[in-house]
């Protein structure tokens, strides 16, 4: 390891990795990745993105002006607080496999019905304004999760839509689970 090179403990598919991996590309920081295979989820992930942002400040991930952070900061927090957690695998399991795929479902639709709400007074190309910020990265993951049970994206055309202009991005492209050096050989690109 480089003296004063990050550290990054991922595990390919999570989506609170995943948003740091975007992050760290975004910002150009190269780091070490250690594998880890995570039984339930860290629950650090925005902590490191605003410690990244006070510490390496470009590209802003974060915009100058107030209402547009806070906007940021309300819509990464209704996906990583309010969305993910409720899909995760430990609350899966204590659902039951026989209503693991609609639980998911009506956890996912729920909040994106309201994020869909949202995006639409707050979006530019991307969630908030013209410039990816944090709550670009949120977003992706979200998403991936969302095709993954099956989530029917006919009622999100803004979701949709921003979400197809940052998976055309390079940092959200190398930081991709089927990307990942842990990624198992039958989901990598």
């Not at 002006?65 to 309010?82: C, E, F, N, T, Y």
Request: hydrophobic share 40%; with cysteine; charged share 20%.
């Amino acid at each position: 390891m480089q003296a004063g090179k990050p550290i990054l403990y991922s595990y390919f598919r999570s989506s609170c990795s995943w948003r740091v991996r975007i992050a760290l590309a975004l910002k150009g920081i190269d780091f070490e990745m250690v594998p880890v295979n995570l039984i339930k989820d860290g629950g650090q992930q925005l902590a490191i993105i605003e410690y990244l942002e006070e510490t390496r400040p470009t590209p802003r991930l974060l915009p100058r002006d107030p209402k547009k952070r806070a906007s940021v900061r309300m819509i990464s927090d209704l996906i990583a607080s309010g969305i993910q957690p409720l899909q995760n695998l430990s609350i899966l399991k204590k659902v039951g496999e026989e209503t693991q795929l609609t639980w998911a479902q009506n956890a996912i639709t729920s909040g994106f019905n309201a994020l869909e709400q949202i995006l639409q007074s707050t979006a530019g190309k991307y969630c908030v304004g013209d410039e990816v910020t944090m709550a670009d990265l949120c977003l992706v993951p979200q998403v991936a999760n969302a095709e993954r049970f099956k989530v029917d994206f006919t009622p999100y055309p803004t979701i949709s839509c921003i979400n197809k202009r940052l998976l055309a991005l390079e940092a959200f492209q190398v930081s991709h689970p089927c990307r990942q050096p842990d990624t198992p050989t039958e989901l990598r690109a």
